[in-house]
């Protein structure tokens, strides 16, 4: 134990606390351990690591950090956290020294782990202790972004068990399914379909690292059933030279979260794999919040990002004003539901973020029709000004991925003395394209004139981040380069 561990707090309230937690309302009242437990190998390493966590003075509120892949010893940690009562908290097993050191300055653990820290073993514990709540601190998980200091979202057991039986219930999962982990479990959407979905009896085989050949093996041998993530992964599963379709027979829904997930992709990769994809959204704040189900039409499955899940409220802002906007306009998303977290660590950040009455200002700009199907148009700090004109990036990149000659686009805005900025796009392509063609496509798509890329870089490969997400970062510094 360390002399100096933080006990982690924060100051937001959710104001409809009390209904949620009624008799009958949405939250759970198991603890993640209650929910957890069922009866495999897993269960008796959970048990041991906890009595080892206990042994080292482990208790109720305080916190374990780790550092380590997905895996086992993983697994076992976030759940031996959980039946002690203390808070996981995870930092992803790719981040450098200067981050993961910057992580542990606003944790102040209780205890951490380093990739290769053997974990800790004692007499198993096969119950928590007396006195653990629903409403207890279950994790504190850095929030996702390729610039600044990373927040601290803090979410309670009820939270995360909430969105884990709202999300069998709308992706239909249950006993027999099995995902395929390859988001980072130190991500939320690993988290949530690795570790949590295991409450309602779904099975999960982790992958340590991305490998597309070996993804491949894995859903074939495995009978994977669903799987989540970016449209990097899916594309070069895909782009294995020895894909064969009845590997991946099994799949029967892919949830795509995220930047790039255009209809264009959702469409081809439906057809390709032969399954039901569909675009989700969410965050470490608000996981999955929209999705659709296979029950309804694929063409919105692919062309938005879903209706709200369970509880959830959506209402979209004027930035200028922050007035509700009309059905179909453009403005900020502002989230509110029972798998909303408690905040963050920094109360100047919770009450930057998070409305009195409870409502998460998500910084996306988003559009919400008259049904309620949502799309997210783009980062409201990502906007490219040009030349006064506000242009969203994600709806060039849906232009150019529909070109038959681009597999995947990314675009940013680069500086210009006269314009504010000007427009580059990044693409990975299947043959000759280049700005003359993008113009011509542009032109015949009938887009503004004013939107259109003045840069077109073709690369191998996009680069991204731990996630998996473009990195917009390093490309907005080589388009400045150019």
Not at 5 to 18: E, G, N, Q
Not at 45 to 67: C, E, I, K, P
Not at 79 to 105: C, T
Not at 345 to 354: H, I, N, Q
């Amino acid at each position: 134990m360390t002399e100096q561990s933080r006990r982690l707090t924060s100051t937001f309230v959710h104001p409809k606390a009390a209904a949620w937690g009624a008799p009958g309302g949405p939250w759970p009242t198991q603890t993640l351990d209650q929910a957890l437990v069922s009866g495999d190998e897993i269960d008796a390493l959970v048990g041991v690591v906890a009595g080892g966590l206990a042994g080292v003075g482990v208790g109720r509120g305080d916190t374990v950090s780790w550092q380590k892949a997905n895996g086992p010893d993983a697994i076992a940690l976030f759940r031996a956290a959980w039946r002690l009562g203390a808070v996981a908290a995870p930092i992803h097993h790719l981040a450098g020294s200067s981050d993961r050191n910057e992580i542990l300055d606003r944790l102040r653990p209780s205890v951490f782990f380093g990739p290769t820290d053997q974990l800790p073993m004692g007499d198993p514990l096969s119950k928590p202790p007396d006195g653990i709540d629903s409403a207890d601190l279950a994790l504190a998980l850095g929030t996702s972004g390729s610039t600044g200091s990373p927040k601290l979202a803090l979410h309670t057991h009820r939270s995360l068990l909430y969105k884990a039986l709202q999300m069998a219930r709308v992706h239909g999962l249950g006993p027999g399914d099995c995902t395929l982990l390859c988001a980072p479990l130190a991500h939320i959407s690993g988290l949530l379909y690795g570790i949590l979905l295991g409450a309602c009896g779904v099975r999960s085989v982790p992958m340590a690292k991305w490998d597309p050949t070996v993804a491949l093996e894995l859903i074939e041998r495995e009978q994977v059933t669903f799987m989540i993530g970016p449209p990097t992964f899916f594309v070069s599963m895909m782009g294995v030279p020895t894909f064969d379709p009845a590997a991946v027979r099994s799949l029967r829904q892919i949830s795509c979260g995220g930047a790039g997930v255009t209809p264009t992709f959702v469409r081809s990769a439906s057809e390709r794999l032969g399954c039901r994809i569909k675009r989700s959204y969410g965050s470490t704040e608000a996981p999955t919040v929209t999705t659709s189900t296979l029950e309804d039409d694929a063409e919105l499955a692919a062309t938005t990002d879903g209706r709200a899940v369970g509880d959830a409220e959506l209402v979209v802002v004027s930035i200028e004003t922050g007035e509700v906007v009309a059905a179909g306009e453009r403005g900020e998303l502002w989230v509110r539901g029972p798998e909303l977290c408690e905040g963050y660590d920094d109360e100047v950040a919770t009450a930057a973020s998070f409305t009195p009455d409870g409502w998460f200002k998500t910084g996306d700009l988003a559009t919400l029709n008259s049904d309620g199907w949502l799309t997210i148009v783009g980062r409201a700090k990502d906007v490219i000004i040009r030349g006064g004109e506000n242009i969203a990036a994600p709806e060039l990149e849906a232009v150019l991925e529909a070109h038959p000659a681009v597999q995947q686009a990314v675009v940013v805005g680069y500086p210009d003395p006269r314009l504010g900025e000007r427009v580059c796009g990044f693409v990975v392509t299947t043959s000759p394209f280049d700005l003359e063609a993008s113009c011509a496509w542009f032109e015949e798509r009938g887009v503004s004139k004013f939107k259109w890329p003045e840069r077109i870089v073709v690369v191998e490969t996009l680069p991204l981040l731990a996630a998996g997400k473009p990195d917009r970062k390093a490309l907005k510094a080589r388009a400045e380069s150019l």
